[in-house]
C-alpha cells in the first residue's frame, strides 16, 4: 500500500534549497525555484507580530515620502549583472504623475512607479528592509536600516501605517514583459538618425531618438556618427575604475532595474576584484559588478548646450543596458577635462 504525500510547498521548496546553498541569495534562490524574489518572501507573511515579512499595501509614493523620516540607510537598486548601494537619507522626494525623483546629494533616483507593484518589510538575519517588486515579482529596490543609523521607531511606524490587511502567505505574479524586437538595421534612416544625434542639445533627448527611429540602444551605438561612438574592450571598465580611483576623478555611475535608477556621484577610492566581480568597497558606496556578463562596451559622446558629454556604457549579451559610467558634472557646466582624458585612453 503506497502512501500519498503532499507536494512540497514553495516555502518548503525554498527553505531546503537555503539549507543546501547557505550563503545563496533570494535572487538566485528565486530563479533555481522557478520562482520570483516577491513571491518567495510572501511565502513567510505569517500575519503574526513577529512575522518575519510583512506585506505592504497602499499608495508607495505617499510612502517613499515618508522615508526621509527614517534617517541614513541603504539604498540598494539591481539588474542581473550590477548590484548598487549607496548609504545617506532620502531628500527631496517628489513625484509627478508615475515618474519619482529622490535628489539628496547622497542618495540619487528616478523613479517610474507604474512598475511598482508589490512590497515588503523583511526582517532577516537582523536586518531590516523596505522591498519593492514588479507585477512578476522582480525586484525594483530595497531600501535597508542601518544600525545605529536609522531611526528604528519611524521605521516601525511606516511598517504599520501601511501594513497590508491581508497577510496572504502567497502571492499571484504575473508575466515578465517581453523586450520588442529589433528592427532591420535596413529599414531605419541611418542619416537621419545621425543627423538628430549630432543636433543634441540635451543628453536626455538622446531617448526620443530610440523612439523616433525606432532603434534598440546597442543599434543606435552600432549606427549612430563614427565621429561620437567607439567600442572599447570590455575590462575598460576596469581601467577606467582603477584609473578614477588613483586620479581622483570624481565620476557618476547609473545602475537600473525596471523602475529605478540609482546613481553615485562622486570619488570611488577602493577597487577590488573577487573572483567574477570588480567591486567598488568604499564607505559610502559599494558597487558589484559581474564581468563575465559584460558583452558589450562602449564610449559614448553627446552633444549638449554644455558641450560633449562622454559615458562608457556596458550591454549584456540580449542588449540590456547594466551601467553607464560619466565624468561628475552639474548642468550648465562642461565635462572635466580629466574625466575626458581618462576615457580617450581607454
Same mark, same amino acid.
Given at each position: 500500500?503506497?502512501?500519498?504525500?503532499?507536494?512540497?510547498?514553495?516555502?518548503?521548496r525554498?527553505?531546503?534549497?537555503?539549507?543546501?546553498?547557505?550563503?545563496?541569495?533570494?535572487r538566485?534562490?528565486?530563479?533555481?525555484?522557478?520562482?520570483?524574489?516577491?513571491?518567495?518572501l510572501?511565502?513567510?507573511?505569517?500575519?503574526?507580530?513577529? /512575522?518575519?515579512?510583512?506585506?505592504?499595501? #497602499?499608495?508607495?509614493?505617499?510612502?517613499?515620502?515618508?522615508?526621509?523620516?527614517?534617517?541614513?540607510?541603504?539604498?540598494? &537598486?539591481?539588474?542581473? /549583472?550590477?548590484?548598487?548601494?549607496?548609504?545617506?537619507?532620502?531628500?527631496?522626494? /517628489?513625484?509627478? #504623475?508615475?515618474?519619482?525623483? %529622490?535628489?539628496?546629494?547622497?542618495?540619487?533616483?528616478?523613479?517610474?512607479?507604474? !512598475?511598482?507593484? !508589490?512590497?515588503?518589510?523583511?526582517?532577516?538575519?537582523?536586518?531590516?528592509?523596505?522591498?519593492?517588486?514588479?507585477?512578476? #515579482?522582480?525586484?525594483? !529596490?530595497?531600501?535597508? %536600516?542601518?544600525?545605529?543609523?536609522?531611526?528604528?521607531?519611524?521605521?516601525? +511606524?511606516?511598517?504599520?501605517?501601511?501594513?497590508?490587511?491581508?497577510?496572504?502567505? /502567497?502571492? *499571484?505574479?504575473?508575466p515578465?514583459?517581453?523586450? +520588442?524586437?529589433?528592427?532591420?538595421?535596413d529599414? @531605419?534612416?541611418?542619416?537621419?538618425?545621425?543627423?538628430?544625434?549630432?543636433?543634441?542639445?540635451?543628453? !536626455?533627448?538622446?531617448?526620443?531618438?530610440?523612439?523616433?527611429?525606432?532603434?534598440?540602444r546597442?543599434? +543606435?551605438?552600432?549606427?549612430?556618427?563614427?565621429?561620437? *561612438?567607439?567600442?572599447v574592450?570590455?575590462?575598460?571598465?576596469?581601467?577606467?575604475?582603477?584609473?578614477?580611483?588613483?586620479?581622483?576623478?570624481?565620476?557618476?555611475?547609473?545602475?537600473?532595474?525596471?523602475?529605478?535608477?540609482?546613481?553615485?556621484?562622486?570619488?570611488?577610492?577602493? @577597487?577590488?576584484?573577487?573572483?567574477?566581480?570588480?567591486?567598488?568597497?568604499?564607505?559610502?558606496?559599494?558597487?558589484?559588478?559581474?564581468?563575465?556578463?559584460v558583452?558589450?562596451?562602449?564610449?559614448?559622446?553627446?552633444?549638449?548646450?554644455?558641450? @560633449?558629454? &562622454?559615458s562608457?556604457?556596458?550591454?549584456?549579451?540580449?542588449?540590456?543596458? @547594466?551601467?553607464?559610467?560619466?565624468?561628475?558634472?552639474?548642468?550648465g557646466?562642461p565635462?572635466?577635462?580629466?574625466?575626458?582624458?581618462? *576615457?580617450?585612453?581607454?
Amino acid at each position: 500500500m503506497s502512501v500519498l504525500l503532499a507536494p512540497e510547498t514553495l516555502a518548503d521548496r525554498w527553505a531546503a534549497y537555503q539549507q543546501e546553498n547557505p550563503k545563496s541569495r533570494i535572487r538566485d534562490a528565486a530563479r533555481a525555484l522557478g520562482s520570483s524574489e516577491a513571491a518567495l518572501l510572501a511565502t513567510r507573511t505569517t500575519g503574526q507580530p513577529d /512575522s518575519p515579512v510583512v506585506a505592504l499595501a #497602499g499608495d508607495f509614493k505617499e510612502l517613499l515620502k515618508q522615508v526621509p523620516t527614517l534617517g541614513r540607510v541603504m539604498a540598494l &537598486t539591481r539588474n542581473d /549583472s550590477v548590484v548598487h548601494e549607496r548609504k545617506g537619507p532620502y531628500r527631496d522626494v /517628489s513625484f509627478q #504623475g508615475p515618474m519619482g525623483l %529622490v535628489l539628496g546629494e547622497d542618495i540619487d533616483l528616478r523613479l517610474f512607479m507604474l !512598475h511598482w507593484q !508589490h512590497a515588503f518589510a523583511v526582517s532577516e538575519q537582523g536586518r531590516r528592509s523596505l522591498q519593492f517588486f514588479a507585477a512578476d #515579482g522582480e525586484a525594483l !529596490h530595497k531600501i535597508y %536600516v542601518l544600525d545605529g543609523e536609522t531611526d528604528l521607531a519611524a521605521y516601525e +511606524a511606516l511598517v504599520a501605517r501601511f501594513r497590508a490587511h491581508d497577510q496572504p502567505g /502567497s502571492l *499571484v505574479t504575473g508575466p515578465a514583459p517581453q523586450p +520588442a524586437a529589433e528592427a532591420a538595421d535596413d529599414t @531605419i534612416d541611418v542619416a537621419g538618425f545621425q543627423a538628430a544625434w549630432r543636433g543634441l542639445q540635451d543628453t !536626455h533627448a538622446f531617448f526620443g531618438l530610440l523612439r523616433q527611429f525606432n532603434l534598440s540602444r546597442t543599434q +543606435a551605438l552600432r549606427l549612430g556618427p563614427p565621429e561620437l *561612438v567607439r567600442q572599447v574592450p570590455n575590462e575598460a571598465i576596469g581601467q577606467a575604475l582603477r584609473t578614477a580611483a588613483a586620479a581622483a576623478v570624481p565620476v557618476m555611475i547609473f545602475v537600473a532595474s525596471r523602475g529605478c535608477i540609482q546613481i553615485h556621484t562622486g570619488p570611488v577610492a577602493r @577597487i577590488v576584484p573577487t573572483g567574477p566581480w570588480l567591486n567598488v568597497l568604499d564607505p559610502e558606496f559599494n558597487l558589484h559588478l559581474k564581468l563575465e556578463d559584460v558583452a558589450q562596451s562602449w564610449v559614448v559622446q553627446k552633444p549638449t548646450a554644455d558641450g @560633449i558629454v &562622454t559615458s562608457l556604457e556596458l550591454f549584456d549579451a540580449q542588449g540590456n543596458n @547594466i551601467l553607464l559610467l560619466f565624468g561628475k558634472r552639474k548642468p550648465g557646466i562642461p565635462e572635466q577635462g580629466a574625466w575626458r582624458e581618462l *576615457v580617450a585612453g581607454l
